[in-house]
């Protein structure tokens, strides 16, 4: 399988699990829908869970760059890219095929934390806490990790009642609660 097919089994495989969920998508699925041979899926990932955490790499690539970017694009200052985040989310929401965060669904379905699965959906929210962390001491933030891990919470918070109440309404709400933060 070259490269260029690789990348593609992996993309196609993350539009899967995101839809299906990691435990209801079998490997079958995977080979059916792709149309790639369970053995050449074999021979690029030993185990589903190679695929699966392939799958979570590129869709943590994804996300970020694309949160990162939007929230540069709508906001020219730290504080202002900090609030950015909700109305990039408010964006997200809005998208045909939204249904919620594919970590927050990884975690549920991997909940041992020495799980490999467990520990790279999670290393996502970290690194989602660097930038915003990064971002809140730009800002002069008096506790910058502190902020940071309340925006990560109100984010998160927001994309589980989104994904709940099919209502973009939450990105809305939680960046109320980030304007009484940042003004505090």
């Known amino acids: 399988m070259s490269q ?18 990691f435990h209801a998508t079998g490997m079958d699925l995977v080979a059916k829908e ?8 074999y021979k690029h ?13 590129l869709r943590d690539e994804n996300f970020r760059n694309w949160l990162f970017r939007r929230m540069e694009e709508l906001a020219d200052t730290p504080q202002g890219q900090l609030l950015a985040m909700f109305d990039a989310l408010e964006e997200w929401f809005l998208e045909d095929g939204f249904q919620g965060c594919m970590f927050i669904k990884a975690s549920a379905e991997y909940q041992n934390p020495d799980d490999a699965i467990n520990a790279q959906s999670y290393a996502h929210k970290r690194l989602l ?29 927001a994309i589980v009642i989104a994904a709940m109440s099919h209502s973009q309404d939450a990105a809305r709400e939680a960046k109320s609660v980030a304007e009484l933060l940042l003004a505090s």
Do not use: C, M
Not at 11 to 18: D, G, H, M, T, V
Not at 34 to 41: A, D, F, L, R, Y
């Open 34 to 41: 792709t149309g790639v041979s369970k053995t050449s899926i």
């Open 45 to 57: 990932f030993r185990t589903k869970q190679e695929l699966i955490l392939a799958v979570l790499r």
């Open 129 to 157: 806490v660097d930038h915003f962390e990064k971002l809140a001491a730009q800002a002069e933030a008096e506790d910058p990790h502190a902020l940071a891990r309340q925006f990560l919470l109100l984010k998160e918070g």
């Open 4 to 21: 260029n097919k690789r990348a593609e089994l992996i993309r196609k495989a993350l539009l899967l699990f995101y839809r299906n969920g």
